[in-house]
Protein backbone atom coordinates (compact mmCIF):
# COMPACT_ATOMS: atom_id res chain seq x y z
CA UNK A 1 0.00 0.00 0.00
CA UNK A 2 3.17 2.25 -0.20
CA UNK A 3 2.85 2.58 -4.04
CA UNK A 4 0.66 4.84 -5.49
CA UNK A 5 -0.27 2.21 -8.40
CA UNK A 6 -0.12 -1.61 -7.90
CA UNK A 7 -0.92 -4.48 -10.80
CA UNK A 8 -3.19 -7.49 -10.55
CA UNK A 9 -4.35 -10.17 -12.23
CA UNK A 10 -6.89 -13.43 -12.12
CA UNK A 11 -8.29 -15.70 -14.25
CA UNK A 12 -11.55 -15.81 -15.57
CA UNK A 13 -13.56 -17.84 -17.89
CA UNK A 14 -9.96 -19.53 -18.87
CA UNK A 15 -8.27 -16.20 -19.24
CA UNK A 16 -5.79 -14.25 -17.27
CA UNK A 17 -7.44 -11.29 -16.26
CA UNK A 18 -5.22 -8.02 -15.27
CA UNK A 19 -5.70 -4.22 -14.56
CA UNK A 20 -4.05 -1.59 -12.81
CA UNK A 21 -4.87 -0.11 -9.67
CA UNK A 22 -4.33 4.08 -8.38
CA UNK A 23 -4.54 4.58 -4.58
CA UNK A 24 -5.02 8.09 -3.57
CA UNK A 25 -2.12 9.64 -1.19
CA UNK A 26 -2.46 8.09 2.68
CA UNK A 27 -4.06 5.13 1.27
CA UNK A 28 -4.02 2.32 3.94
CA UNK A 29 -6.96 0.31 3.79
CA UNK A 30 -8.75 1.40 6.67
CA UNK A 31 -11.07 3.67 5.00
CA UNK A 32 -13.86 2.15 2.17
CA UNK A 33 -13.14 4.75 -0.41
CA UNK A 34 -15.38 5.35 -3.71
CA UNK A 35 -13.57 3.06 -6.95
CA UNK A 36 -13.96 4.40 -10.64
CA UNK A 37 -13.37 2.01 -13.56
CA UNK A 38 -11.77 4.20 -16.19
CA UNK A 39 -12.08 1.34 -19.65
CA UNK A 40 -10.09 2.24 -22.73
CA UNK A 41 -10.88 2.71 -25.75
CA UNK A 42 -10.43 0.07 -28.95
CA UNK A 43 -6.80 -1.26 -29.81
CA UNK A 44 -5.75 0.68 -26.52
CA UNK A 45 -4.97 -0.68 -23.25
CA UNK A 46 -4.78 0.56 -19.15
CA UNK A 47 -1.83 1.89 -19.26
CA UNK A 48 -2.31 4.42 -22.38
CA UNK A 49 -5.75 5.11 -20.89
CA UNK A 50 -4.05 6.12 -17.56
CA UNK A 51 -1.75 8.46 -19.03
CA UNK A 52 -4.26 9.52 -21.71
CA UNK A 53 -7.63 10.54 -18.82
CA UNK A 54 -5.01 12.17 -16.43
CA UNK A 55 -7.82 10.70 -13.96
CA UNK A 56 -5.11 10.07 -11.58
CA UNK A 57 -4.97 13.43 -10.29
CA UNK A 58 -8.41 13.55 -9.78
CA UNK A 59 -8.69 10.63 -7.84
CA UNK A 60 -6.05 12.24 -5.39
CA UNK A 61 -7.36 15.34 -5.27
CA UNK A 62 -10.82 13.85 -4.27
CA UNK A 63 -9.76 10.71 -2.87
CA UNK A 64 -11.11 7.80 -4.76
CA UNK A 65 -9.62 4.74 -6.03
CA UNK A 66 -9.16 4.28 -9.87
CA UNK A 67 -9.12 0.81 -11.63
CA UNK A 68 -7.77 0.45 -15.28
CA UNK A 69 -8.38 -2.96 -16.36
CA UNK A 70 -7.71 -4.07 -19.99
CA UNK A 71 -9.75 -5.98 -22.15
CA UNK A 72 -8.55 -8.83 -23.98
CA UNK A 73 -6.92 -8.02 -27.49
CA UNK A 74 -7.38 -4.43 -26.40
CA UNK A 75 -10.83 -4.46 -27.18
CA UNK A 76 -14.59 -4.48 -24.60
CA UNK A 77 -16.75 -7.57 -26.03
CA UNK A 78 -19.49 -4.74 -26.67
CA UNK A 79 -19.60 -3.18 -30.51
CA UNK A 80 -19.77 -5.40 -33.97
CA UNK A 81 -16.00 -4.03 -34.44
CA UNK A 82 -14.35 -5.15 -31.46
CA UNK A 83 -13.61 -8.68 -32.32
CA UNK A 84 -14.22 -10.42 -28.99
CA UNK A 85 -16.42 -12.65 -27.45
CA UNK A 86 -15.59 -13.10 -23.46
CA UNK A 87 -18.09 -12.21 -20.90
CA UNK A 88 -16.19 -8.88 -19.72
CA UNK A 89 -19.72 -7.77 -17.78
CA UNK A 90 -18.88 -11.00 -15.57
CA UNK A 91 -15.06 -10.29 -15.53
CA UNK A 92 -15.60 -6.50 -14.23
CA UNK A 93 -18.44 -8.10 -11.70
CA UNK A 94 -15.59 -10.10 -10.57
CA UNK A 95 -13.22 -7.71 -10.71
CA UNK A 96 -15.38 -5.64 -8.12
CA UNK A 97 -15.61 -8.41 -5.86
CA UNK A 98 -11.83 -8.27 -6.13
CA UNK A 99 -11.26 -5.01 -5.44
CA UNK A 100 -13.71 -4.83 -1.95
CA UNK A 101 -11.41 -7.87 -0.74
CA UNK A 102 -8.52 -6.40 -1.20
CA UNK A 103 -8.93 -2.61 -1.45
CA UNK A 104 -11.68 -2.44 0.91
CA UNK A 105 -13.89 -0.49 -1.90
CA UNK A 106 -17.23 0.94 -1.34
CA UNK A 107 -19.46 -1.09 -2.92
CA UNK A 108 -22.15 1.40 -2.23
CA UNK A 109 -19.97 3.67 -4.55
CA UNK A 110 -18.84 1.71 -7.59
CA UNK A 111 -18.96 4.09 -11.14
CA UNK A 112 -17.70 3.38 -14.67
CA UNK A 113 -16.45 5.73 -17.19
CA UNK A 114 -14.63 5.24 -20.75
CA UNK A 115 -13.31 6.36 -23.67
CA UNK A 116 -14.98 5.04 -27.34
CA UNK A 117 -15.37 1.21 -26.58
CA UNK A 118 -14.89 1.94 -22.92
CA UNK A 119 -18.23 4.32 -23.19
CA UNK A 120 -19.87 1.48 -24.99
CA UNK A 121 -19.09 -0.68 -22.03
CA UNK A 122 -20.13 1.98 -19.18
CA UNK A 123 -23.45 1.70 -21.25
CA UNK A 124 -23.17 -2.16 -21.04
CA UNK A 125 -22.44 -2.59 -17.02
CA UNK A 126 -25.14 -0.04 -16.59
CA UNK A 127 -27.92 -1.87 -17.92
CA UNK A 128 -26.58 -5.47 -17.10
CA UNK A 129 -25.25 -4.70 -13.75
CA UNK A 130 -27.44 -2.32 -12.30
CA UNK A 131 -27.03 -3.77 -8.91
CA UNK A 132 -23.56 -2.74 -8.95
CA UNK A 133 -22.77 0.00 -10.59
CA UNK A 134 -23.72 3.59 -9.14
CA UNK A 135 -23.46 5.52 -11.81
CA UNK A 136 -21.82 6.15 -15.58
CA UNK A 137 -19.98 8.31 -17.95
CA UNK A 138 -19.25 8.23 -21.68
CA UNK A 139 -16.90 9.76 -23.46
CA UNK A 140 -17.47 9.59 -27.05
CA UNK A 141 -18.63 6.20 -26.62
CA UNK A 142 -22.72 5.39 -27.58
CA UNK A 143 -24.94 2.07 -27.33
CA UNK A 144 -25.47 -0.35 -30.13
CA UNK A 145 -28.68 -0.74 -31.90
CA UNK A 146 -30.99 -3.03 -30.77
CA UNK A 147 -29.57 -3.27 -26.97
CA UNK A 148 -31.93 -0.25 -25.94
CA UNK A 149 -34.54 -2.57 -26.33
CA UNK A 150 -33.17 -5.49 -23.93
CA UNK A 151 -31.43 -2.30 -21.66
CA UNK A 152 -34.00 -2.55 -18.37
CA UNK A 153 -32.14 -0.91 -15.55
CA UNK A 154 -33.64 -1.81 -12.26
CA UNK A 155 -33.24 1.61 -10.74
CA UNK A 156 -32.34 5.46 -11.93
CA UNK A 157 -28.47 5.41 -13.08
CA UNK A 158 -26.98 8.53 -13.23
CA UNK A 159 -25.47 8.81 -16.68
CA UNK A 160 -22.93 11.78 -18.28
CA UNK A 161 -22.20 11.72 -21.60
CA UNK A 162 -19.48 13.85 -23.76
CA UNK A 163 -19.56 13.72 -27.35
CA UNK A 164 -18.59 15.73 -30.08
CA UNK A 165 -21.22 16.30 -33.02
CA UNK A 166 -18.58 15.80 -35.67
CA UNK A 167 -17.31 12.69 -34.04
CA UNK A 168 -16.21 10.50 -37.76
CA UNK A 169 -15.85 7.54 -35.42
CA UNK A 170 -18.85 7.17 -33.23
CA UNK A 171 -21.24 9.92 -35.04
CA UNK A 172 -23.06 12.10 -33.16
CA UNK A 173 -26.36 11.61 -35.04
CA UNK A 174 -25.67 7.40 -35.21
CA UNK A 175 -24.66 4.70 -37.57
CA UNK A 176 -24.81 0.85 -37.75
CA UNK A 177 -22.15 0.85 -34.63
CA UNK A 178 -24.53 3.63 -32.83
CA UNK A 179 -27.66 4.52 -31.80
CA UNK A 180 -27.22 8.60 -32.55
CA UNK A 181 -26.75 9.98 -29.06
CA UNK A 182 -29.77 12.48 -27.78
CA UNK A 183 -31.72 9.05 -28.70
CA UNK A 184 -29.48 7.51 -25.95
CA UNK A 185 -30.02 10.32 -23.66
CA UNK A 186 -33.63 10.19 -23.96
CA UNK A 187 -33.65 6.25 -23.70
CA UNK A 188 -31.72 7.76 -19.83
CA UNK A 189 -33.57 10.32 -19.35
CA UNK A 190 -36.93 8.15 -19.24
CA UNK A 191 -35.08 5.34 -17.37
CA UNK A 192 -34.28 8.02 -14.98
CA UNK A 193 -37.87 9.73 -14.87
CA UNK A 194 -35.95 13.28 -15.71
CA UNK A 195 -37.27 16.50 -16.98
CA UNK A 196 -37.52 16.68 -20.54
CA UNK A 197 -36.47 19.74 -20.85
CA UNK A 198 -32.13 20.84 -20.49
CA UNK A 199 -30.88 23.24 -18.48
CA UNK A 200 -28.18 24.36 -21.54
CA UNK A 201 -25.27 26.54 -20.61
CA UNK A 202 -22.47 27.68 -23.33
CA UNK A 203 -18.90 26.68 -22.34
CA UNK A 204 -16.63 29.71 -22.32
CA UNK A 205 -14.86 29.58 -26.01
CA UNK A 206 -10.96 29.68 -24.36
CA UNK A 207 -9.43 28.95 -27.60
CA UNK A 208 -11.47 31.05 -30.39
CA UNK A 209 -8.68 29.87 -33.46
CA UNK A 210 -9.67 25.69 -32.60
CA UNK A 211 -13.46 25.95 -34.35
CA UNK A 212 -14.59 24.10 -31.09
CA UNK A 213 -17.38 25.34 -29.09
CA UNK A 214 -19.27 23.08 -26.43
CA UNK A 215 -22.83 23.21 -24.69
CA UNK A 216 -23.05 21.62 -21.68
Known sequence: FGQTNETGSFEFGGLNRDYIIHLP???DGSQSLPMVFNLHGLTSN????????GMDEIADAENFIVCYANGI?????VTPLSGSTVDDVGFLNELIDTLHANYNIDLNRVYSCGMSN????????ACELTDRITAIAS???????GTTATCSPTRPIPVMQIHGTADDVVAYNGSFISVPIE?????????????????????PDI???????AQR
Open 25 to 27: PGF
Open 46 to 53: ALEQQAYS
Open 73 to 77: NNSWN
Open 118 to 125: GGYMSYKL
Open 139 to 145: VTGSMIP
Open 183 to 203: DVLDLWLGFNDCIIGPDTIAV
Open 207 to 213: DPDDATT
